[in-house]
Structure formats: C-alpha cells, structure tokens
C-alpha cells in the first residue's frame, strides 16, 4: 500500500541523510566491505505536531473506544480473568507478526518455568515484557523511558545472544532487509545511535500529551518508535506494547487489554506498508489501521467474554454442582485465567495441596473439563474449551479484519 503521489502530506515525512559507514569487522562480500557511505532517514520531532483529521476518522476512532469502554465496564471488573486471556492472546499475534510461533503447550511451559523451545521462551517473555509497560503506565500515568528499558529486559534477559544488550538501547547503526554484512540495499535504515537518545525523549513528550486524540496517539507512538529503533532487536514487540500502554495511561482501557495484534497481523504486510507511508508522511494510513484493528478486537472480545461465562456454567453442570470453596471450586475459577495448569501454580493459586489437590483435579479430569499432558515430571493439566476459545477469537479478528479489508477494496 504506497500511498498517492498526489495525497496531500498530513505528517512531516522522514529526512534522507548520508552519514560515515565503515565495518566493524570486515565481512560479506567486497560492495558491503568496501560502503563509505550509507543513507540514513531521520524522523521528524513530533513533540508538538498535531495530525489533521476530518469528522469521517473522528466518528471511527469514537467509536471504537466506544466500544473499547463498553468491553472494558462491562467485563473489565467482573471477570478479570478476562485480562489475561486478553494479554496472553496480544502477546501470541505480536510475536506472530515478527515470525515466532509457538505451540500452546510449549508457550505454557515457558510461562511457568518449565522446559521449552526458544519461541516459547521468546513468547512468554513478550507477554511479561507487555503486562509489566502497561501496569507501569496505569500506575503512573505516564509512559517512560524506564518502563520501556525495562520491558526489553524482560524480554531479552534469558535470550543467549541478547542478554548483554537487554534493556539497553543500541550503539551501533541497524536496519531492516537488505544485506547481513552491511545496509546496502536495506528496506530502512534507521538514525545514527548517537541520535536515539534525543529521539527518545522527544517521543516520550508527544506520548504524554493530553491534547491528542488517543488513538492517533498511539498509532504514531508506535509509528515513531519503530522508526527510531532503538534496541538492536525486540523493536516490533516493544514498540506494540506502547500502543497499549497509551491505552492505559489516557484511560481508554482500565482494566482489560484488547488483541489488537490479532487484526495488524491479518494483513502483516499491510501493517508494514502503514509504517513505510508514515516514514513518508502519510500518518492516516496507520491511524485508521490501528483504529479498525480496536473497533474489531473489542467486538469479538465481547463475544468471548460472553462464551468463558457459558463455559464456567457447562463446567459446574458436568460436576453436578461444587460447593464454595472447595478444590474443584477454586480451579474453576483458576482456570478462566489459567487454562493450563502445573501442580506448582494450582496449589499458590488455590491455597490446597497434597491429597486433596489431587482429588479435585481427578475430578475436574473425570468431568471432561481438564485435560494431562506430559510426563509426571513435567505434567500440565489443560482446558480446551478456554484455549479453544481464544484459538475461535484470534481466527474471528483476522477473519473480520480481512472481510472488512474486503469490502473497503
């Protein structure tokens, strides 16, 4: 998607500039070793720029923090458990737009402690890297430099290449396609390190303005971060979770976090093209991307709080009824926020142990509501009706999103 040539600009476009570049280390072949120059696009400053906007995207970006609200009050408190589907579902899509997948059962794993993959790893790692930016931007009403630096941290702190540069912003010039050895022919080549700084600061006052529309905020926060690029990888999953932390710090969201990766990675190369025209000056295209990908997302996400409600109805019913309190009461509950279970987490979360512990999850097995995988050292217990759901939810957004994409075309 490259926009018009003749579209009129509606944000200042990115800056070419030829700056030194010589190898570190010579490699790759002779025109890598023999660059001198790259050119490099610096981004604007945009502290204090204001994106123009007509009543069209108004009325859209009303609505769906519209319904973002709805979603929110209605099931943000009564069924926090929501939340952390909620998360763990955003989490999966934005590491899915970077290419790292992960079965349900190995990301399980990895979000306990347990033995699993380096996808697994690297997805339970994102997750806590976006629960931790997005509680810090609650709490604070702010967004800041330190929750990001620490949000990269997490999620690179137990990877065996980039433990060293976890939250720490890079001191070499990086860029995106092209070649491995230099940024010849590269798709993008973000500023000189030495800038990312100045840049950073400068994002961070547009970011806690009070004066912007808050999904036109979001959208060229992220726009912005990406390119920056700051960290010398991790910048697509962390630059996601500032779209929630503005969320969060302008009260859109109080309470629930929304899959709004789900819809962005529908269209993973349309995405990508709405980033490029940002760097152009065209800022719409990623507003009102950013802005479907809410509406979409606060929709199906209704649609499964509505179904976990019916889902815990159908569980107590395959029980014959559960008396308060009770093992089998405690991991029904457990359970709508934790779908796969350990021995370890069932017992912090329940308070019971031992012999009885072991009775109620007999029982929840017997019942159909619960499922063992793995052998006794590494046993987790599953509920496919809850990771079914969110499976259903994930397919409903990228189906919707691309229907709509559709009948836009």
């Known amino acids: ?83 952390q589907l909620l998360l763990r579902t955003e989490s999966v899509s934005s590491s899915k737009i970077e290419n790292i ?58 990877h065996h290449d980039m433990a060293p540069k976890a939250g720490k912003l890079r001191t070499v010039q990086n860029w995106i396609g092209g070649s491995d050895y230099s940024p010849r022919n590269a798709l993008f080549v973000p500023p000189p390190p030495d800038t990312v700084p100045g840049f950073l600061d400068d994002l961070f006052a547009y970011a806690n303005r009070d004066d912007v529309p808050v999904l036109v905020q979001a959208a060229v926060v992220h726009a912005q971060f990406e390119s920056i690029h700051p960290f010398t990888d991790g910048n697509g999953r962390i630059g996601r979770t500032l779209i929630h932390a503005v969320l969060r710090r ?86 709508l926020a934790e779908p796969i279970l350990t021995l370890e987490l069932a017992s912090q979360q329940t308070g019971y142990s031992g012999a009885e512990l072991r009775h109620g999850i007999d029982r929840l097995q017997a019942a159909g509501v619960l499922t063992a995988k793995g052998r006794r050292s590494q046993r987790l217990w599953t509920a496919s009706a809850i990771l079914d759901e969110l499976q259903d939810l994930t397919v409903r957004i990228e189906t919707v999103t691309r229907r709509a994409d559709a009948a836009e075309g």
């Open 250 to 335: 302008r009260r859109a969201t109080k309470n629930l976090t929304v899959p709004i990766a789900s819809g962005l990675v529908a269209h993973r190369d349309r995405y990508f093209d709405a980033l490029g025209a940002y760097r152009q000056g065209h800022a719409r295209p990623l507003v009102g991307m950013l802005t479907n990908a809410t509406l979409i997302a606060s929709h199906e996400s209704r649609r499964t709080a509505s179904s976990l409600h019916e889902i815990g109805r159908e569980w107590e019913d395959a029980l014959g009824g559960v008396v308060v309190g009770s093992p089998e009461s405690r991991l029904l509950r457990l359970l």
């Open 101 to 158: 997948e992960a079965s349900l059962g190995d990301y399980a794993k990895a979000l306990h402690g347990k033995g699993a993959n380096a996808s697994a790893v690297s997805m339970a790692a994102a997750t806590h890297a976006l629960a931790d930016v997005i509680a810090d931007a609650g709490r604070t009403g702010q967004l800041r430099q330190e929750a990001m630096l620490g949000a990269h941290h997490a999620l690179f702190r137990r």
């Open 1 to 83: 998607m490259t926009p018009d040539a003749d579209l009129p600009l509606d944000w200042a476009p990115h800056v070419d500039q030829v700056v030194p570049w010589s190898q570190t280390v010579p490699q790759g072949p002779k025109a890598d070793r023999t660059m001198r120059e790259i050119v490099v696009q610096r981004p604007p400053f945009v502290a204090g720029l204001d994106l123009p906007y007509d009543r069209s995207l108004k009325v859209t970006m009303d609505s769906a923090l519209a319904g973002l609200a709805q979603l929110d009050l209605t099931h943000g408190r009564k069924l926090g458990a929501l939340h």
